[in-house]
Nanobody
Framework: QVQLVESGGGLVQAGGSLRLSCVAS????????MNWYRQAPGKQRELVAS???????TYEDSVKDRFTISRDNAKNTVYLQMSKLKPDDTAIYYC???????????WGQGTQVTVSS
């Protein structure tokens, strides 16, 4: 049973933009905070951005003013609009649900973002 499906990654030049999408099953999406994570080669997975069910957003410092997270509750979809991309943004991007105590669902396949200099 597929619970989280990320898409929208690709190869882009520095300074470019991409929009990632994550479709979640209702059990994961409904009423939960949705998070975007990324994992670069040789590095630990890190939390990039979060959006609560009510629309409150938070961002990791390095992506503030460049990334925007949003959600469409009717479509069970969370988005990550990325602009002014840098080579350091190169990573596999994943989404997960968070119920305030634990992550919900399982890691999906992620979507690869590669930013060339």
């Amino acid at each position: 049973q597929v619970q989280l499906v990320e898409s929208g990654g690709g190869l882009v030049q520095a300074g470019g933009s991409l929009r990632l999408s994550c479709v979640a099953s209702t059990s994961i999406f409904s009423s939960n905070t949705m998070n975007w994570y990324r994992q670069a080669p040789g590095k630990q997975r890190e939390l990039v951005a979060s959006v609560t069910n009510g629309g409150t957003t938070t961002y990791e410092d390095s992506v503030k003013d460049r990334f925007t997270i949003s959600r469409d509750n009717a479509k069970n979809t969370v988005y990550l609009q990325m602009s002014k991309l840098k080579p350091d943004d190169t990573a596999i991007y994943y989404c997960r649900g968070y119920n305030g105590r634990i992550l919900v669902g399982s890691w999906g396949q992620g979507t690869q973002v590669t930013v060339s200099s």
